[in-house]
């Protein structure tokens, strides 16, 4: 038995299937990390806008609103489109189509196309995260997923800790409509290299699914259920609070907000790694396991977040800067490694055919929030 794993790890086609892996792992993270670039940069122009084009807080809000309606919205139907059409060609046709919206939102100059712009980038930004699930369904194996699932997650929280050092020096210097030039600049690199890397299947150029995709069909079949109560989107509602509460009347703001992203990295880096090597543990120990043994692992991380929201609740005005950003990231570890992880389970828990509708329909209650 383990001369035969052995034989099989060391085979020629495995080491094609972990480096084609490995290489669409890093396409996916790039694409996805260049639209929620694109998603922050217009909280951060806000400033600019409001003194440059003569808008007020309604104007932006209107704006604001149009997005995320249009995001909730394209979520209702990516979990179908993912399932029907090839990851391969849809994924980098939403990149490609962002980048025309954010480089059309920078030569816009009446509100109502600004509205209207916005608004089309929500609908196709809503495309985006399950395509990336199923491929990731397709390519993982099962006793690594949460450890994948969560090295992508975390390419927003990337985005996030690079927006607030990044996009105030293009703002300074070039103008609030750079930052909309750079990444749409950064989304059409992006889809070239996701358009040139990715691949729907690894059957699709002969490989083997090395316990991927069969094995997790197999165990939805004899459950039959989901988990899943919260979901990825929660983490950027959180940043979106973060920075109209946080960015405007604090000097520290930025870092504050880079806090928390540096904690949602580590968080979705460890917490997965963490629920990957319990199951496995589990799996050794009892010869069996299923996607619900993560979950007294959640509940403890849940309890961390309850506190550390509390505790950052009951902080004063003035209260020290050190213990706001202590917060902040463990608040960003434990949001980002929760929903992560939870992510991980529902799909988990149907057939890899169906992956994208699951996910379509449990991230809508974080969007009807």
């Known amino acids: 038995m383990v001369s035969t794993l052995q ?3 060391h085979s020629d086609d495995y080491r094609r299937y972990r480096g084609r892996f490995y290489i669409i792992v890093a396409c996916i993270f790039i694409g996805y990390a260049s639209l929620v670039i694109g998603r922050r940069a217009f909280a951060f122009c806000k400033p600019a806008m409001l003194e440059v084009e003569g808008f007020d807080e309604t104007n932006l ?10 995001y909730a919205i394209s979520k209702c139907f990516a979990g179908v489109v993912a399932d029907t059409f090839g990851s391969r060609l849809f994924f980098p046709t939403c990149l490609f189509v962002s980048s025309i919206f954010c480089a059309a939102f920078a030569t ?7 509205v209207l712009l916005w608004s089309l980038e929500g609908l196709i930004q809503g495309f985006a ?5 199923k491929l990731l369904m397709h390519w993982c194996q099962s006793d690594e997923l949460a450890t994948w699932w969560s090295f992508l997650s975390g390419s927003s929280n990337v985005s996030g800790l690079i927006s607030p050092i990044l996009l105030p020096i293009v703002i300074k210097n070039y103008g609030w409509r750079w930052c909309f030039y750079g990444t749409a600049t950064a989304l059409v690199t992006a889809a070239i290299l996701n358009f040139c890397c990715l691949i729907d299947s690894p059957i699709d150029i002969g490989l083997s699914q090395y316990d991927g995709i069969m094995q997790r069909q197999a165990n939805a079949k004899d459950k039959g259920k989901s988990n899943r109560s919260d979901n990825k989107d929660q983490a950027d509602d959180q940043i979106d609070w973060l920075q109209a509460i946080v960015y405007d009347p604090l000097p520290h703001s930025a870092a504050a907000i880079g806090s928390f ?31 619900s043994d993560r979950i007294p692992f959640m509940i403890f991380i849940s309890a961390m977040c309850f506190m550390a929201f509390l505790m950052l609740l009951l902080q004063p005005p003035d209260g020290s800067m050190v213990i706001i950003h202590a917060l902040l990231f463990i608040l960003g570890s434990t949001i980002c490694g929760i929903i992560s992880v939870l992510g991980v389970v529902s799909m988990e828990n149907v057939p890899a055919s169906i992956a994208g509708r699951s996910h379509t329909v449990l991230t809508l209650y974080g969007n009807c929030e």
């Open 61 to 70: 809000g209107w704006i604001t609103t149009g997005f995320y309606l249009t």
């Open 108 to 114: 816009a100059a009446q509100f109502y196309q600004l």
């Open 261 to 291: 992203d540096i904690g949602g990295i580590i968080g979705t880096l460890s917490v997965g790694y963490i629920s990957d090597s319990l199951l496995n543990w589990r799996r050794k120990d009892s010869k069996t396991s299923d996607a």
């Open 7 to 9: 034989s099989r790890h």
């Open 129 to 133: 995260w399950p395509i990336c699930g």
